[in-house]
Nanobody
Framework: QVQLVESGGGGVQSGGSLRLSCAAS????????MGWYRQTPGKQRDLVAT???????NYAESVKGRFTISRDNNKNTVYLQMDNLEPEDTAVYYC??????????????WGQGTQVTVSS
């Protein structure tokens, strides 16, 4: 079993910055992809950014140039640096990991979610 623990959410004014962290622990052989999604009430959960084991990244168009995703493979931790935040970024942010265990089986895991609120 794998647990994801998120931290770093909160409130900030428009133009401000926040940094989210998510640490994976448990039975882990390797983590293929790590990422962040976000969701607002009544809407689907949308991709924000992902980062693969080879360090390649993928961003939603709405956050390109403002958000930066990174990972520490030694700590199985993914980060999301969010700069120049806008009120439209207000959402619950969920950490995501695709983990391979020692039987070579891959599974998806989600964090509990952390609220980010940007005021104008």
């Amino acid at each position: 079993q794998v647990q994801l623990v998120e931290s770093g959410g909160g409130g900030v004014q428009s133009g401000g910055s926040l940094r989210l962290s998510c640490a994976a622990s448990g039975t882990i052989f390797s983590v293929y992809v790590m990422g962040w999604y976000r969701q607002t009430p009544g809407k689907q959960r949308d991709l924000v950014a992902t980062i693969y084991s080879d360090a390649s990244t993928n961003y939603a168009e709405s956050v390109k140039g403002r958000f930066t995703i990174s990972r520490d493979n030694n700590k199985n931790t993914v980060y999301l640096q969010m700069d120049n935040l806008e009120p439209e970024d207000t959402a619950v942010y969920y950490c995501y990991c695709n983990v391979v265990d020692y039987t070579a089986r891959a599974r998806d895991y989600w964090g509990q979610g952390t609220q980010v609120t940007v005021s104008s």
